[in-house]
């Protein structure tokens, strides 16, 4: 912008512009991105961005006893990426945020074929194990945390881990409540070996997670080789932030489709309603409504997250210590709602 003053009889032009600016970032397609390669890395004072808020908020969270790292992709580009434990290397624990890649998995299988549908039965598959209520208990209600399997985590220690679970007493009827189960999420796991004749883990090597450049991961299995369902993935932080850019990307990479964009649809949306419908769950993945913004995302013990919100083409990956504090959770989620997310304006 240039000024004209009036000094003594001339006039003099005055520049204003503000030259130490940095030029504006060329936009990316943040809707098809080739994920099996590195973010290109963007700028906090980008279109779009408080900067100021932005800073503020993530200075918040390092503050944080439990807080270890996070990484955040705005319109394709990663404009933070943070550590107060650990490094890009690390490989973090990421708990229950491993039942959101089998959910991913089990959409793959069926977009092949290889599971029929979401609707098939238990019993379909190990008829000589259920009763006949349990045997009616489908792949979506497993995904949906309605089967009434009873939570319990200690399955991975047991010899014949599925006959453990299945032995237990459902809490309710299938389809008519809701409760968290990893148990249930492992039952899912049983299915999905059944049905592709491999385990979640080698399934995923070789149609999700060499699509999305991932290869530094582990993931525990149970005495019959079958992938942990409810708990046991290992990943670095901008691995964790791919899959949610890939589900940002409505499952698509560089014009490949990795997931089907009606399964990412089916998975996110809110099929168990929670408080005033504004919380809710899908197929393994947690929804809630804030301030009229729909934000999707896989979480963990003890503050391990990837959320996804697609009105602001933004995603977030967090991992946290182990050491679960209920006030600990409550100080993220305010400082990620009103802080982190409120940096980051809707798109047009």
């Not at 209600?141 to 881990?161: C, F, K, R, V």
């Not at 809701?178 to 385990?199: D, P």
């Not at 729909?294 to 182990?322: E, N």
């Amino acid at each position: 912008m240039k000024r004209f003053v009036f000094l003594f009889g001339l006039f003099w032009i005055i520049s204003c512009e503000d030259n130490s600016r940095q030029p504006d970032e060329p936009v990316l397609d943040w809707t098809n991105l080739d994920l099996s390669q590195p973010f290109e890395t963007g700028r906090t004072d980008s279109e779009g961005i408080d900067e100021d808020k932005l800073t503020d908020g993530i200075a918040a969270a390092m503050q944080l006893a439990n807080f270890y790292s996070i990484a955040i992709i705005y319109k394709g580009r990663l404009v933070t990426e943070d550590y107060k434990f650990g490094n890009s290397n690390t490989k973090y624990q990421i708990w229950s945020v491993t039942k959101s890649f089998l959910s991913a998995l089990t959409g793959i299988a069926i977009d092949k074929g290889v599971l029929t549908d979401d609707y098939q039965t238990l019993a379909s598959f190990y008829p000589n194990m259920v009763d006949s209520v349990k045997g009616q208990i489908t792949v979506s209600q497993l995904l949906s945390m309605s089967s009434g399997i009873a939570d319990n985590t200690s399955y991975m220690s047991e010899e014949n881990p599925l006959q453990f679970i299945l032995n237990k007493d459902l809490l309710y009827s299938p389809g008519t409540w809701w409760n968290y189960t990893s148990a249930g999420t492992h039952v899912l796991s049983y299915i999905f070996s059944a049905s592709t004749n491999e385990s979640a883990k080698s399934f995923g090597e070789k149609y999700l997670f060499s699509k999305l450049g991932i290869i530094d991961y582990t993931w525990s299995q149970d005495t019959y080789g079958v992938s942990n369902g409810g708990f046991g993935l290992y990943l670095q932080l901008k691995d964790m932030a791919k899959f949610g850019q890939l589900f940002l990307q409505e499952g698509v990479s560089a014009g490949e489709e990795i997931i089907s964009s009606g399964w990412v649809k089916k998975s996110t949306e809110m099929i168990v309603q929670f408080n005033q419908k504004t919380n809710g769950y899908g197929y393994l993945w947690w929804i809630r409504m804030n301030q009229g913004v729909k934000i999707y995302f896989a979480a963990g013990y003890g503050g391990q997250y990837i959320m996804v919100v697609p009105s602001k083409a933004l995603v977030v990956a967090i991992t946290s210590s182990s050491l679960y504090s209920g006030e600990y959770g409550e100080n993220l989620n305010r400082i990620f709602y009103e802080e982190i997310v409120g940096s980051f304006a809707l798109i047009n």
